[in-house]
């Protein structure tokens, strides 16, 4: 076992005794007034597709991805807390039984309404200090293998996701900070039943076994993953929660915890990278003033950049709505075969904007000074004016010119994206939230920290930084626009979104999902299913995928009959078809309350009362 000698012998006196004392104290006030009721939920018997209901509710519901991080968002909500304080509790639990998708340390976008106001919290992660457009190239300037800058101390960005949600929750919430991470210790420290999916992803995954923490603690000796229904304890997670319950975000960005985040990037043992303490310690949450773009009869608010997610989606929406009106969009239950030849067509110009433009708004300008620029419905219409009967093809959409830019940007190509989780819900007090969370891939650098407890398990560190452009620079020799550079946020496909109506300004749904940049796709097909073709917030998640990126389409396995196959092909797409596991969760308020669906691919549920 590769153990540095330093994790062996390093113990963690002062946070242990701190929980000691907390405990016995009860400066864990939270332990003492709120009652958290472990749950007897037994993992899904299946991975795979599963049938959901939909779920109804009168005052409030929280949507996440695994029974029990629902769970805990549902009893803060119960308990009288926010959204807020329900989406910490839901966060941490995930980070111990969705360890592949999200957790402290990553990165995540929240789009928050009071009942007034929207505000967009940026938890992105960073790259540090140190870095530059190099970081991904070898010593003869080629890009490196993109799995293997995944697994290293290279990809891992300054985490963010605790940081925003401390900064929201000093905004926002009602039930002490401590008293949120109640759930996710105590689930830690007694133990849940590994999922089927944390089994399934534990089992094929390449790269993780050989992580000198994660490869003891997921595996079995003879390398076998964790069975599903494994009860499973992670006291090093236990005990790192406690510190961030007692001590908030510092907990996590300074001491013990942070060095030895840093120790293990910077001792990775192909690949180190160079995040340091520093950049730990001055890591921010930004708050950044949302877009919001009217729909139909709808606002549409989304994340501005970093992520690319909502100005894609509305490009795609707004190319959509200046085609001519079909008569039937949905035949069978299924997206008709005319409107995925749109749906595509507008995906491909619209990744082709995406690829040219967006990157973290303090490192590059917006075109024309205006991220609106990219959604002004005159420009709109003329990029409409290249979507005709037959396919543009595979590269065949250029990006357009929205506005005029000092730096004249090549276009990125693209990587692959993956590994998240989404979580949405509407609390009784006036409060609605979207947060997409993320470690970028599954299980991220395969980095695992234990925080310097020496005590079994632990989380797993981000690979954030490979959703920057590998490339520096174009084959024309124009600068990328979402490049590495330090300091710089990479760019993101996540889109929490949160839709109100126009006129009222009251809240309608809210929703997200994971999938890398098919988070796109999803959501943008999720919102008019539900609000155009008025399909309900289950209905709308059952529908099979269709994605591109501006190449070849890729239809969901088993989605589509064979002659929609046929007649994609006869109009000039490259089909053909896929698993595409989406992990989109919906709210949509009713005329009767609340109701809310839950992604058939994944474990996702709701509860609400
Ligand atoms: N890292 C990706 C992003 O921020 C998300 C990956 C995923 O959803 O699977 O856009």
Redo the contacts with the bound molecule.
């Keep these: 076992m590769r153990v540095p000698p330093v994790f062996v012998s390093r113990r963690w006196p002062r946070v242990c005794l701190a929980a000691v004392l907390l405990s016995l104290s009860g400066g864990l006030q939270a332990e003492a007034d709120f009652q958290y009721r472990m749950p007897a939920i037994a993992p899904e018997t299946a991975s795979g597709r599963e049938e959901k209901p939909g779920w109804n509710a009168q005052h409030f519901a929280v949507a996440a991805a695994n029974p029990l991080a629902t769970d805990a968002g549902y009893q803060m909500l119960e308990a009288g807390g926010s959204a807020i304080d329900a989406a910490v509790a839901v966060q941490m639990v995930l980070t111990l039984v969705e360890p592949q998708s999200s957790g402290i340390g990553g990165g995540a976008f929240l789009m928050h309404h009071d009942g007034e106001d929207v505000v967009a919290y940026g938890g992105r992660e960073t790259a540090p200090g140190g870095v530059d457009e190099t970081l991904f190239l070898d010593e003869e300037g080629e890009p490196l293998d993109f799995m293997t800058a995944v697994a290293s101390g290279l990809s891992v960005g300054v985490p963010g996701t605790v940081r925003m949600l401390e900064r929201a929750h000093r905004e926002h919430g009602r039930l002490p900070w401590a008293e949120l991470f109640t759930p996710a210790i105590r689930l830690a420290e007694e133990g849940f039943a590994v999922s089927p999916r944390l089994h399934a992803s534990l089992d094929g995954d390449e790269q993780l076994r050989a992580d000198p923490l994660a490869g003891v603690f997921y595996y079995t000796q003879a390398g076998e993953a964790l069975p599903a229904g494994h009860e499973l304890k992670n006291p090093a997670l236990g005990a790192i929660l406690r510190e961030i319950a007692a001590e908030g975000s510092s907990g996590l960005h300074t001491g013990r915890i942070a060095e030895d985040l840093v120790f293990r990037v910077q001792n990775h043992p192909e690949r180190p990278g160079s995040l340091s303490l520093e950049d730990l310690a001055s890591y921010a949450a930004k708050t950044r003033e949302p877009l919001c773009t009217p729909w139909r009869a709808y606002r549409v608010c989304g994340f501005p950049p970093p992520?690319s997610g909502h100005l894609t989606i509305m490009q795609i929406l707004g190319l959509l709505d200046r085609l001519p009106a079909l008569e039937s969009p949905l035949v069978e239950g299924r997206p008709s075969d005319d409107w995925l030849h749109r749906f595509l067509e507008s995906a491909r110009l619209a990744f082709a904007d995406r690829g040219k433009y967006i990157a973290d708004p303090d490192f590059v300008e917006a075109p024309g000074g205006d991220w609106e620029t990219m959604l002004d419905p005159d420009y709109l219409a003329l990029r409409a004016e290249r979507i005709g009967e037959r396919s543009l093809g595979s590269g065949g959409a250029e990006p357009g010119n929205p506005g005029a830019l000092a730096t004249a940007w090549a276009v990125q190509p693209h990587q692959p994206?993956?590994?998240?989780s989404h979580i949405s819900i509407i609390d009784e007090h006036g409060n609605a939230l979207a947060m997409t969370t993320?470690i970028?891939q599954a299980f991220g650098s395969r980095i695992m920290a234990d925080g310097g407890t020496g005590m079994p398990g632990g989380y797993m560190l981000n690979n954030?930084l490979t959703?920057f452009s590998f490339l520096p620079v174009g084959e024309d020799g124009k600068p990328i626009a979402n490049r590495v550079e330090a300091g710089k946020r990479p760019r993101?496909?996540?889109s929490p979104t949160l839709v109100f109506d126009r006129d009222s300004g009251e809240l309608v749904a809210s929703l997200g999902s994971?999938?890398?940049?098919a988070?796109i796709h999803y959501t943008a097909k999720a919102l008019v299913a539900m609000l155009d073709w008025g399909l309900d917030a289950q209905q709308a998640l059952n529908l099979p995928h269709a994605v591109t990126l501006g190449g070849p389409v890729f239809l969901e396995e088993g989605g589509f009959p064979a002659v929609t196959h046929q007649s994609l092909e006869a109009l000039g797409h490259d089909v053909s078809e896929r698993e595409l596991v989406s992990g989109l969760q919906a709210l949509r308020v009713t005329d009767d309350g609340l109701f809310g669906g839950a992604d058939p691919r994944r474990e996702g549920v709701v509860m609400g009362k």
């Design positions: 992520s994206e993956s590994g998240t993320t970028e954030e959703d993101s496909s996540m994971p999938g890398g940049a988070i």
